[in-house]
Nanobody, 119 residues
């Protein structure tokens, strides 16, 4: 499974960005998809994930009400809409996928996309 993330960049506090992650390499799409992030000097942390086909979502408390995860199953793509960004959201964002359907343990990781929020 290959995961290609994109959409990161530099944005001012209060601004928005939308991240995308395209999954390829398997024919069965009945998998959860997730976003994680790693800030400089910190461990990787969970941000949000979404089940298949997309009715169940989970968020870290730190992003609830500001970030929205969604998916387009026809395009094998998951999105992370990030609004009201804060400097504390600065991190490399990774998309992730499990190796089995219907579980939320993540085995495959994309290359990451950098989000920088300036104050």
């Amino acid at each position: 499974v290959q995961l290609q993330a994109s959409g990161g960049g530099l944005v001012q506090a209060g601004g928005s960005l939308r991240l995308s992650c395209v999954a390829s390499g398997r024919t069965d799409s009945r998998y959860a998809m997730g976003w994680f992030r790693q800030a400089p000097g910190k461990e990787r942390e969970f941000v949000a994930d979404i089940g298949w086909p997309g009715t169940i979502t989970n968020y870290a408390d730190s992003v609830k009400g500001r970030f929205t995860i969604s998916r387009d199953n026809a395009k094998n793509t998951v999105y992370l809409q990030m609004n009201s960004l804060k400097p504390g959201d600065t991190a490399v964002y990774y998309c992730a996928a499990p190796n089995r359907p219907y579980v939320r343990t993540y085995d495959y990781w994309g290359q990451g996309t950098l989000v920088t929020v300036s104050s």
